[in-house]
């Protein structure tokens, strides 16, 4: 720029002679070698030619400079070499893919117990919340009539058997086929109907049908019942089931004995390990989830059924790279990173991202496990560059 600024002011022959007086006497000063090389040395003049002195030395400063700052630029690239950068060995692992469901929670079996006999409510033998074994007494009905039944039908059959037994220690001549025929039918008949009447006065009593915890009751002596009234609850919580729903993309996934992880809604940071109990066998056309039975053990019965559970099912996907969040770097194209080949250098790799976990980032791309890609100090690389592995 000051070259072309002091075209346009001085005449060119001027400029030759005083680039001459230069080049012959280096260390005069630049206004004795403009009176040398012929410049006019009028008043008017001699300010033009210092004012022209003065841009040509700045002019030379700077270009100087300039050329001094380069030099010392190439010098320092020079010597620093390749760009220093770190590395990470490629893995390659499957796609945890969490998929989560709220449900709600009941008791691995469950029963509303009733009364399978009309009656007079005589004994209450439990409590609620109390602990019961499979076939244990809970409540005894007034059983007169069925144990009057039951001794009388006792006394048929004895009747019965000894008419059979006589008629045995008599020959074959006095006595009939056709009468021991009858004999025995009926003795027949009054074996069933003991068996009637001992069953009749059995379900005068209630039993427990599985161990378990009883429920409630607002059963008294006294109370008039009749058959199929409920009487309290029985809930066998060793283990709670909770059903829930998994959406139609990942229903294929979903398998018996899949492990799942559940929460109470209402305590968080309570965690329960559980399996997968069963699976639905059709898809729900309105809402496309498919219903799943998980199962959660319970054995110091913490857990009560009803509850609301927050539940999550990890799934395994398909083998995935693994590499490291610092080593993506984007541009106009998109996402890449830097692989390193047997070269020494570092070639692109186009990615898309599909999933991160912490610092690490799984992605689809072409890289294979061991891959050595560059996770720090990619950003001033170029295809192609050599680079030299960090020591700290």
């Known amino acids: 720029m000051f070259a072309t600024l002091v075209t346009h002011i001085v005449p060119s022959k001027w400029i030759r002679r005083f680039d001459r007086e230069r ?8 206004a004795e070698m403009t009176i040398n090389a012929g410049w006019p040395q009028s008043r008017a003049q001699r300010i033009s030619t210092a004012v022209v002195a003065l841009s040509l030395a700045c002019g030379v400063l700077m270009m100087m400079t300039t050329t001094d700052a380069d030099a010392q630029r190439r010098r320092g690239g020079a010597a620093a070499g390749p760009p220093p950068v770190t590395l990470f060995d490629v893995q390659v692992v499957p796609i945890n893919e969490r998929v ?6 009941r008791a691995r079996r469950q029963v509303t117990i009733t009364t399978r006999q009309a009656g007079i409510v005589e004994k209450v033998l439990f409590e609620g919340g109390e602990m019961v074994k499979a076939n244990q007494p809970l409540a005894q009905l007034r059983s007169e009539t069925e144990q009057i039944a039951v001794e009388t039908a006792e006394a048929q059959r004895e009747l019965a058997a000894a008419a059979v037994e006589r008629l045995k220690q008599l020959t074959e001549g006095v006595v009939t086929r056709v009468a021991r025929a009858e004999a025995d039918t009926a003795l027949k008949v009054a074996d069933a109907a003991l068996r009637r009447a001992r069953e009749e006065l059995d379900r005068m009593t209630i039993r427990a049908p599985f161990d378990g915890i009883m429920g409630l009751t607002n059963l008294q002596i006294g109370d008039y019942i009749s058959a ?3 009487i309290a609850t029985l809930d066998d919580r060793t283990s709670i089931l909770v059903e829930f729903t998994v959406p139609e993309s990942v229903a294929p996934q979903i398998k018996k004995g899949l492990s799942l992880r559940a929460s109470l809604v209402t305590r968080s940071g309570e965690n329960y390990d559980g399996t997968i109990d069963a699976v639905g066998t059709r898809i729900d056309p309105e809402t496309r989830t498919l219903a799943v039975r998980g199962e959660i053990p319970n054995p110091s019965l913490s857990l009560i059924p009803g509850s609301t559970f927050s539940i ?3 799934l395994t996907g398909q083998a995935t790279p693994l590499v490291p969040g610092l080593a993506v770097q984007w541009d106009r194209r998109g996402a890449f990173v830097w692989r390193v080949t047997s070269r020494n250098a570092v070639e692109r790799v186009d990615i898309a991202i599909v999933s991160r976990n912490g610092d690490r980032v799984m992605v689809d791309a072409a890289l294979k496990a061991g891959d050595k890609v560059v996770q720090e100090g990619g950003d001033q690389l170029q295809p192609g560059q050599t680079i030299r592995v960090a020591t700290n």
């Open 228 to 230: 199929g009234t409920p």
């Open 312 to 314: 999550s099912v990890r």
């Open 23 to 30: 080049r012959l006497t280096p260390n005069r000063g630049i």
């Open 100 to 105: 989560a469901a709220v449900g709600s929670g």
